[in-house]
């Protein structure tokens, strides 16, 4: 999955899901001047939500909502902020260590609300043909 907008590129690259659910999941990701990559893991179920997550603020589109997501071992955290307007900005935050150890990038970006059809959308894709 791709998302791209103004202030952040990254890209999730998922394994089949284990027994357990769990998907070994390499996030490149590009903002500023930073360009890297981090491997940890992301469960199904928590993806799942994510999708959901993104689903729900395409439906509350003309509202102004509050929403967050982030992964079991915390190295990955999105929070949106959708306006009545159709601006969504938000913060992320990736650490490859996960509970705030080690080295974390974050920062903020700004996009308008179409850009949560597609984002949704490739986030399920993104499930079925994890490899």
């Not at 992964?71 to 306006?83: A, K, P, T």
Request: hydrophobic residues 35%; glycine residues 8%; aromatic residues 12%.
């Amino acid at each position: 999955m791709k998302i791209f907008t103004h202030g952040l590129e990254c890209e999730f690259y998922f394994s089949q899901p284990d027994s357990e659910g769990w998907m070994r999941t390499t996030v490149h990701v590009k903002a500023a001047a930073f360009d890297g990559s981090f491997t940890c893991g992301v469960e199904e179920e928590e993806w799942k939500a994510f999708v959901e997550l993104l689903k729900h603020l395409e439906t509350s589109i003309g509202k102004d909502v509050e929403a967050s997501w982030s992964n079991m071992e915390d190295n990955i955290e999105f929070q949106f902020r959708l306006s009545s307007r159709g601006t969504l900005e938000g913060t992320y935050r990736f650490s490859p260590e996960g509970s705030g150890l080690g080295p974390t990038l974050s920062g903020n970006f700004q996009l308008d609300q179409t850009f949560l059809q597609p984002w949704a959308r490739a986030a399920q894709q993104a499930l079925p043909n994890a490899r």
